[in-house]
């Protein structure tokens, strides 16, 4: 059975950093895109970054391109979201994906596994 865990968020003031992980199990994701997105009040799920777990290969939304990193560690079976620069509007509730794709996807609907989401709150 898949089963992504996210961790590491929490409040932070504007200006500051924060490091989300999200830890697969379950089978192998070499074949996979795992990717991150986030959900804040009334608003719809959106796309953040994502990462080709075989190569490595990433992508991001524009709103965080130069502000957030995602990488892997293949020997943990974990991925990490490196939020710096955080401003308010990244106030939301961050989940880990995981589609079992041969490349990347920026759909939430393409997604075939989730996390439970970690809160991430930045005062301004």
């Known amino acids: 059975q898949v089963q992504l865990v996210e961790s590491g968020g929490g409040l932070v003031q504007a200006g500051g950093s924060l490091r989300l992980s999200c830890a697969a199990s379950?089978?192998?994701?070499?074949?996979?895109?795992i990717g991150w997105f986030r959900q804040a009040p009334g608003k719809e799920r959106e796309f953040v970054a994502a990462?080709?777990?075989?190569?490595?290969?990433?992508y991001y939304a524009d709103s965080v391109k130069g502000r957030f990193t995602i990488s892997r560690d293949n020997a943990k079976n974990t991925v990490y979201l490196q939020m710096n620069s955080l401003k308010a509007d990244d106030t939301a509730v961050y989940y880990c994906?995981?589609?079992?794709?041969?490349?990347?996807?920026?759909?939430?609907?393409?997604?075939?596994?989730w996390g439970q989401g970690t809160q991430v709150t930045v005062s301004s």
């Open positions: 994906a995981a589609a079992n794709k041969g490349f990347i996807v920026a759909v939430a609907t393409l997604y075939d596994y």
């Open positions: 379950g089978r192998t994701f070499s074949s996979h895109a």
């Open positions: 990462v080709r777990w075989g190569d490595g290969i990433t």
